[in-house]
């Protein structure tokens, strides 16, 4: 008796380590997938971006600049208000810290490379994950769960051609304009400050930062935000087009949209400054 | 009420053969096979759960069969090449349950859409079509609406339209009375018949609704957790002995199977892990 009972104990604690090695199994693989997924769906709407027309199923022109609209004007606002107060708060922080060298008057090259190398791209790219990644992976979820994406493809019309390629187009092209704003934006709120405190004219920081400031430290920024556009709509496309369970699961799928894309344009800016800056030196 | 099912000629539109099917490790369709001929309406019946949905989008060509086969008009969606799918998807319509019109579109430009993407006709020639459409389910007028704006029946109106735009051969109804009144299904059960007889269309319903099914079909397939019960025509599948049947007829409840080992099994079994 005792002894199947310790066998019966002994079996159901291999059957807990086997299931637990089964989910986390499932779940790489699910991870894995999902990153294939992505991938594919970048390659596929490349494809109808370029071969659409010449196969008589061309982008829709329309749903581009739909996006565009969506993704990159209707951002303006929030992209300049928080672009002019980052560039007030790094030169705030640059005077202090500089100050306590006496080396005020070097602030503009480390508000000019930090803003045009980091700080433009990366807010950006945050404010834009929050604001269209998720509503990419809300609309998508919707659709999906209303079968709206089966009725698409019942009408022999793609779902990647139709949805994700202006999407994903309107991302590449917007990101980076929007990246660039940012870098004019929070320049001028940093020379506003700077000027005001160290009481010099806005035409001698202008000078300044054509001095200090590379064409390459602007590519570098904008470089950046055209791969963290690619990660925003990806991210927005796979977690929305995995939707299921209603209404609660678009709303999982929405946070988790944004969590993944805030995460990915964090670690992926961490390894191109790495990569880029060895091969620099 | 039917109609015409001594009209429909012997060619078959769609052949399953041996269809079987997974969701996980669970099956959901065994074996299924069956045929539907030109110009008929056939109707897949069944409760929840019985597969039903599933089969649609076999034939629907939403999953590809790994294990047996299944044909749209002669073409074997297993070995079809994605443009082959694509030329057979010109030639179906579909109107689905919740009605899956877009809903960032008016509902003249859902109706519009099939004509937009596949068509070169210019936009004065597909908003009369459109039109055309919408008259016929009764929603002239209404196509400058958002689908948000209208009632259950509209949208599923509007969804018919938007299925037979293309002036399908085949065309495809999933659940076309659910969620609605009385009155209001058996106007759409109506509409669907003068569709088929005024285009000349092949017509597959699913649904559960008893009185539409008897209402509309030439012939109707039971399902019951995946197996085909019974198939024939109307007067055949009320005389069918299969007690399974006509339980389900009579909407009386299943007597269970009463396994005592399984269920205590089933209630003992351990699933915290």
């Keep these: 008796m005792a002894t199947e009972i310790r066998a019966d104990a002994d079996r159901s604690l291999a059957q807990g380590a086997l299931s637990r090695l089964e989910q986390l199994g499932r779940r790489v693989a699910a991870a894995v997938s999902g990153l294939g997924f992505g991938a594919a769906l970048f390659i596929e709407s490349a494809f109808w971006l370029v071969m659409g027309r010449r196969r008589r199923q061309p982008v829709r022109v329309a749903a581009v600049a739909e996006e565009m609209m969506q993704v990159g004007v209707r951002a303006i606002p929030i992209v300049t208000v928080l672009s002019a107060t980052i560039g007030v708060m790094l030169a705030i922080q640059g005077i202090y810290t500089l100050g306590l060298f006496g080396a005020e008057s070097r602030v503009t090259i480390g508000i000019a490379l930090s803003i045009t190398r980091e700080f433009a791209p990366l807010i950006t790219g945050i404010l834009v994950a929050g604001r269209s990644g998720s509503a990419l992976a809300a609309r998508l979820g919707t659709m999906n769960i209303s079968q709206e994406i089966d009725a698409l493809r019942v009408m022999g019309i793609n779902p990647v051609r139709f949805l994700v390629a202006p999407s994903l187009l309107a991302m590449l092209v917007m990101l980076p304009a929007l990246t660039f704003w940012s870098d004019l934006i929070a320049l001028a709120g940093a020379g506003v400050y700077v000027s005001f405190e160290l009481g010099i004219s806005m035409a001698a920081y202008a000078d300044q930062l054509i001095e200090v400031v590379s064409a390459d430290d602007i590519v570098h920024g904008l470089s950046k935000s055209v791969i963290f556009a690619a990660l925003i709509a990806l991210v927005g496309v796979v977690n929305g087009a995995a939707v299921s369970g209603g209404a609660e699961g678009v709303g999982r799928a929405t946070t988790r949209a944004v969590v993944q894309a805030i995460t990915a344009i964090v670690i992926t800016d961490m390894l191109f400054v790495f990569v880029m800056t060895r091969t620099a030196t | ?273």
């Design chain 2, 1 to 273: 009420m039917s109609g015409q099912a001594g009209g429909a000629s012997a060619r078959t539109v769609i052949e399953v053969e041996h269809l079987t099917t997974h969701y996980g490790p669970r099956r959901i369709l065994d074996d299924v096979s069956l045929s539907v001929r030109e110009g008929e309406v056939f109707v897949i019946m069944g409760g929840s759960g019985s597969g039903k949905s599933t089969l649609l989008r076999y034939l629907l060509a939403l999953e590809r069969p790994t294990s047996g086969r299944v044909r749209l008009f002669g073409v074997d969606l297993h070995s079809a090449r994605a443009a082959e799918i694509m030329q057979l998807r010109k030639r179906m319509g579909v109107a689905f349950q919740g009605g899956a019109l877009l809903s960032s579109m008016s509902v003249g430009e859902n109706v519009m859409l099939p004509l937009r993407e596949h068509t070169d006709l210019d936009r004065r020639t597909m908003q009369i079509m459109a039109r055309l459409k919408l008259e016929v389910v009764d929603l002239a007028g209404f196509e400058h609406l958002m689908p948000a704006e209208l009632s259950g029946g509209m949208v599923k109106r509007a969804a018919l339209a938007r299925a037979v735009v293309m002036d399908p051969k085949l065309l495809f109804c999933d659940e076309p009375s659910a969620g609605l009144d009385p009155v209001v299904a058996a106007a759409l059960d109506a509409l669907i018949l003068k569709l088929r007889n005024a285009l000349g269309m092949t017509v597959v319903v699913v649904t559960h609704e008893l009185d539409s099914a008897f209402n509309i079909a030439d012939r109707i397939v039971v399902l019951d957790r995946g197996t085909i019960l019974t198939i024939g025509t109307v007067d055949e599948v009320r005389r069918c002995a299969d007690v399974r049947v006509q339980n389900l007829l009579n909407r009386r409840l299943e007597t269970a199977d009463l396994d005592p080992e399984a269920y205590l099994q089933r209630l003992t079994r351990d699933t915290s892990h």
